[in-house]
């Protein structure tokens, strides 16, 4: 398993940062019973930071254009694939799906998110005429997203991506039993060139 020195930080407005409160968490491995890592658990104020972060962001996120976002969207699938094995490890480790499954199908599932939204979001009409009537499509604010612990990587690939591809900001809470893939997955994303406040991860 991958480790980070972000277990026990947030990351809020593009920069890994101290939580503002002291509590911890350890995450365990089901299959030994035994703590793999610590994490930071987040109360109010870190929130207010996070969906500040986004708000700030949104603005500047959503008017940028779509071969911008095709890219992005591009660029998080090549280092999922680069840093696979890893996330697999991790996913394995923290909510106990076996080594070849994680590696399989838990670890390419959130590449195959992001691979096919670039291919949706590069043909996608976002203006549709009704007779008189333009409908436009716009991106909508701040996404709030709470995931659960099985499939992890899947259930945050799966709202990622189309937020990221519709122009809007967000802000992640995943699983407290399965965080670690989120935290790499937030390591992918900075290093993608995502923006700062267009992604936020809070536990």
């Not at 920069?15 to 890592?37: M, R």
């Not at 709030?144 to 937020?163: D, E, F, R, S």
Request: with cysteine; glycine share 8%.
């Amino acid at each position: 398993m991958e480790s980070s020195n972000n277990n026990e930080l947030f990351y809020i407005n593009g920069q890994w940062v101290e939580p503002k409160t002291g509590t911890k968490l350890d995450v365990i491995n089901p299959a030994t019973e035994a703590p793999i890592a610590s994490i930071a658990m987040g109360g109010p104020s870190d929130v207010d930071a996070a969906v500040k972060a986004a708000q700030d962001a949104f603005d500047s996120y959503s008017q940028t254009s779509i071969d911008y976002r095709v890219g992005l969207l591009n660029r998080i699938t090549e280092l999922l694939g680069e840093r696979s094995d890893s996330m697999a490890a991790t996913i394995s480790s923290e909510m106990g799906a076996p080594a070849g499954l994680a590696k399989a199908a838990q670890a390419p599932t959130g590449l195959a998110h992001f691979a096919t939204m670039a291919n949706i979001l590069s043909a996608y009409e976002f203006e549709e005429r009704h007779g008189k009537s333009l409908i436009t499509k716009e991106p909508v604010g701040v996404v709030g997203m709470i995931t659960p612990w099985n499939w992890p990587l899947n259930q945050i690939a799966c709202k990622v991506a189309p937020a990221l591809a519709a122009g809007c900001t967000m802000v992640l809470k995943p699983s407290e039993i399965a965080p670690l893939n989120a935290i790499l997955f937030a390591e992918i994303l900075h290093e993608a060139g995502v923006p700062a406040g267009v992604f936020n991860l809070v536990n």
